[in-house]
């Protein structure tokens, strides 16, 4: 392939590797930011289809197998220059810093990298800074399983350490769900990792989003994620919502800072996941990339900050500074189901369901740990219930435009 979309050239020639893609609606916005950056390498398992004209050049490969993935990328480093590599799926994480090692492209510190892709390294980091947190404990054996979860008591999250696909946390309600949520995860993390027990924690979900400013790392945005009954046990988002003015934000500033200062985490976005309880904040998790383009977007529509294109610069080793200009919030809402959720029959040709709400239909069904995705609604508003009111509405206008149908 030899397809080359416009960039910029005001840093060092080379290309930029991504590893992994999704949905066209879901991933364009990326690619095209990252495009902005510089000439893009796409590593992924199937020929690329509507990336093809934002790419340079794409190779295939099993994005599961990292000597493979390494292997591909030497061979076309052997010939043209490389200057990063980055991903948005925590399962390519320890791909992408393999590739980094291996072809001297720039990377955080390793102490950095093992700290955040090992779930219970990082929480114990975290407790030994001072840093409250889920406390999540490691287990190798289902044995070790067991005393995890007397230990921190039910319900609680049983988790990969280092997961390999997404949504492979599953809450676990009492004893007899918990071999059974055990095997899941042991199946779902990357071999000798193990996996986690965690207590599923009450409170107000939400994720803190940081950003390069010449003062250091600072968050500049918060999601909040209602999580899908269907999915359950499985822990899959139904609705994100991001609201520039986030009443959460006093609550969240200083723990999602303080936890990367513990980790090490000095420049680049990243990403906190917590839980806002009764006495106060404490961490989920913590990933040095994007884990969620259709999230970045979001961002950007109601902050001004562009975390893509802030995370293709620092995959290049270069820093990118945006000014923030607030405004509103705006939301997504996953249309998914156990089987195929069924969308309206012109929802190709009348995206627009209500004048605050937009439908984003996919060519086919795209899997969500249990459920399958068929679209997603995008809407707009001044404030986090204004949001999630459109939301709700979109969906029964949707359901309606179904059984009448």
């Given amino acids: 392939m030899n397809t080359h979309a416009p960039h910029r050239d005001d840093g060092p020639a080379g290309y930029l590797v991504v ?77 992408v810093d393999l590739l980094r090692r291996e072809l001297a492209l720039p990377a955080p510190p390793t102490a950095t990298i093992e700290a955040t892709t090992l779930r219970h390294r990082t ?30 008591g039910f319900p609680l999250v049983c988790k990969p350490a280092s997961p390999r696909v997404r949504y492979a946390a599953r809450q676990v309600r009492g004893l007899p769900e918990l071999a059974e949520a055990f095997s899941a995860a042991t199946a779902a993390t990357w071999h000798g990792t193990g996996t986690v027990i965690e207590p599923l ?51 969240v500033e200083d723990a999602a800072s303080r936890a990367l200062a513990a980790l090490g985490h000095r420049s680049g976005p990243a990403q906190i ?31 001004g900050i562009d975390l893509i294109s802030q995370a293709g610069h620092h995959a290049r080793g270069r820093t990118l500074h945006d000014d923030e200009s607030r405004l509103g919030a705006t939301a997504v809402r996953f249309l998914q189901g156990p089987g195929s959720a069924a969308l309206p029959p012109n929802a190709a040709t009348h995206p627009h ?32 219930p204004q949001c999630t009111a459109r939301l709700r509405s979109a969906a029964a206008e949707i359901r309606s435009a179904r059984l009448s149908a």
């Fill in 19 to 95: 590893l992994g893609s999704g949905p066209q609606a879901e991933w364009e916005y990326a690619l095209q930011r990252l495009a902005t950056v510089g000439p893009l390498l796409l590593i992924d398992a199937e020929p690329p289809t509507w990336q093809q004209p934002l790419l340079a050049e794409a190779r295939t490969a099993s994005l599961m197998d990292p000597s493979q993935v390494l292997s591909t990328v030497q061979k076309f480093a052997s010939t043209r220059p490389l200057v990063g590599a980055l991903t948005f799926h925590p399962a390519h994480a320890r791909t």
């Fill in 123 to 152: 929480a114990q980091l975290l407790t030994a800074a001072g840093v409250d947190n889920s406390g999540a404990l490691h287990a190798d054996t289902y044995d070790q399983a067991l005393e995890a979860a007397h230990q921190v």
């Fill in 201 to 251: 924690l009450d409170g107000i979900e939400a994720t803190a989003y940081t950003a390069d400013f010449p003062s250091g790392p600072r968050v500049v945005a918060i999601s909040h994620a209602t999580f899908d009954p269907q999915a359950e046990p499985a822990l899959v988002p139904v609705e994100v919502v991001v609201d520039a003015d986030d009443v959460c934000a006093p609550a």
């Fill in 273 to 303: 996941r917590l839980r806002i309880t009764s006495t106060g904040p404490r961490v989920i998790s913590v990933t040095t990339h994007l884990t969620d383009p259709l999230i970045g977007m979001l961002i950007q529509q109601v902050t």
């Fill in 353 to 384: 369901i209500t004048p605050y709400a937009t439908l984003r239909p996919y060519p086919a069904e795209c899997p969500a740990g249990p459920l399958q995705r068929t679209g997603h609604v995008l809407v707009s508003g001044m404030d986090y």
